[in-house]
Nanobody, 125 residues
Framework: QLQLVESGGGLVQPGGSLRLSCAAS????????VGWFRQAPGKEREGVSC????????NYADSVKGRFTISRDDAKKRVTLEIDTLKPEDTAVYYC??????????????????WGQGTQVTVSS
């Protein structure tokens, strides 16, 4: 019954930055690892980053090349994905997802039980 809501997507010029947010509508995220995934039309869903519930350790996909930063607020109610130096290839629908438990997070969509509706990120001049 956990519901997740993403926000922060929009149209951004190449080289710009964007901050996406994932918040739980009912419960805090204390007991959940949270991942960010993206999917562009005609492409497979790609896990880009996640943060673990156990120790706030993080994982990043090689494809983001250090441009993405994931963090959790002190109250563990919101997870933020900061994206720097946006590129056209970053254009996709971005989803946040949550996994209950305290194990370290992985960038595999089948590991996550709860998903948000997604937010569109478009990088274009």
């Amino acid at each position: 019954q956990l519901q997740l809501v993403e926000s922060g997507g929009g149209l951004v010029q190449p080289g710009g930055s964007l901050r996406l947010s994932c918040a739980a509508s009912t419960f805090s995220l204390d007991y959940y690892s949270v991942g960010w995934f993206r999917q562009a039309p005609g492409k497979e869903r790609e896990g880009v980053s996640c943060i673990s519930s156990s120790d706030d350790s993080t994982n990043y996909a090689d494809s983001v090349k250090g441009r993405f930063t994931i963090s959790r607020d002190d109250a563990k109610k919101r997870v933020t994905l900061e994206i720097d130096t946006l590129k056209p290839e970053d254009t996709a629908v971005y989803y946040c997802a949550a996994e209950p438990g305290f194990r370290k997070c992985v960038l595999r969509d089948s590991s996550y039980d709860f998903w948000g509706q997604g937010t569109q990120v478009t990088v274009s001049s």
